[in-house]
């Protein structure tokens, strides 16, 4: 940070699977909340009217206490990894408020696209049937299908971030779509793609359960709108589409001709494809 010098700082680097987090909640606690308040001591020092970004989470307000949820829902953490962001957020603002750096939490609804980590169920999904269609694999294992999110793209996430920070004044906000979809919806769609029906090639694996569950999230971004100007434009079927065809074709496989005569591609290639 001494040697670069800065104009805007984007903190987005974390430990930031949730399941993960139970197994490891001490390192969690240590890269997610406490890597934070680095970042925020290194703006306090140089002290050249940098700009903070910090990547807050919807998982913060876990067992939620009111739908959508907003800038002044209440957080109710329910992983290590959601109480260290929780964390995070305060010290924003705290070091904000203490020492007037001009620091944002953005509170990112879940963001998806086809460069998500590969243990994250969206990308799990995607990539799993990818697989299921080049027959390298036969099924996809998974936990709880039940649970609901406000998915949407990070392409258009990151503008939003970005805009947080080019604002006369600093600020919190809520990023979201305003929608909210369960796991098990995010499957049809993804499987739908292809003309496959997804409940022949899924299995429920109770190791990927949480020890606590955060049954939905749906956000208001109604003060970035107004704002910032910012609304999100993807929507979930297109958002699902765009991460099937990317791994698709990262499979080696041909997207135009699965997703589009899916009948005629499924024909052709019976025999390669186990199940």
């Known amino acids: 940070?001494?040697?670069?010098?800065?104009?805007?700082?984007y903190h987005l680097g974390a430990q930031t699977h949730v399941r993960v987090s139970?197994?490891?909640?001490?390192?969690?606690?240590?890269?997610?909340?406490?890597?934070?308040?680095?970042?925020?001591?290194?703006?306090?020092?140089?002290?050249?009217?940098?700009?903070?970004?910090?990547?807050?989470?919807?998982?913060?307000?876990?067992?939620?206490?009111?739908?959508?949820?907003?800038?002044?829902?209440?957080?109710?953490?329910?992983?290590?990894y959601a109480a260290a962001k929780v964390y995070g957020?305060?010290?924003?603002?705290?070091?904000?408020?203490?020492?007037?750096?001009?620091?944002?939490?953005?509170i990112l609804f879940n963001h998806e696209s086809p460069r998500r980590g590969h243990t994250f169920v969206t990308r799990k999904i995607t990539r799993g049937l990818a697989a299921i269609l080049a027959g390298t694999q036969d099924h996809l294992y998974l936990g709880n299908l039940d649970a609901r999110r406000d998915w949407g793209y990070t392409k258009e996430y990151v503008?939003?971030?970005?805009?947080?920070?080019?604002?006369?004044?600093?600020?919190?906000?809520?990023?979201?779509?305003?929608?909210t979809h369960s796991v098990r919806e995010f499957l049809t769609e993804a499987f739908s793609c292809v003309g496959l029906d997804w409940e022949k090639y899924v299995k429920i694996d109770p190791r990927y359960y949480r020890p606590a569950e955060v049954d939905v999230l749906q956000g208001d971004a109604s003060k970035a709108q107004k704002l910032l100007g910012w609304k999100a434009k993807t929507t979930f079927k297109d958002l699902v589409q765009?991460?099937?065809?990317?791994?698709?074709?990262?499979?080696?496989?041909?997207?135009?001709?699965?997703?589009?005569?899916?009948?005629?591609?499924h024909k052709e290639k019976t025999a390669s494809v186990r199940v």
Request: hydrophobic share 35%.
């Open 242 to 265: 765009i991460m099937v065809r990317a791994d698709l074709e990262a499979a080696g496989l041909s997207a135009a001709s699965l997703m589009g005569d899916t009948q005629l591609y």
């Open 22 to 80: 139970f197994d490891m909640p001490e390192y969690t606690g240590d890269v997610t909340g406490l890597g934070t308040t680095r970042l925020l001591e290194a703006c306090r020092m140089l002290g050249n009217g940098i700009r903070f970004y910090n990547g807050a989470s919807s998982e913060m307000y876990g067992k939620v206490a009111q739908m959508p949820q907003s800038e002044s829902t209440p957080f109710h953490p329910r992983s290590p």
């Open 89 to 106: 957020y305060w010290m924003t603002v705290n070091y904000r408020e203490s020492y007037g750096i001009f620091a944002c939490n953005g």
């Open 159 to 179: 503008e939003a971030m970005w805009l947080m920070l080019q604002q006369p004044q600093p600020d919190d906000y809520v990023v979201a779509t305003g929608e």
């Open 1 to 9: 940070m001494n040697e670069i010098r800065p104009d805007e700082v």
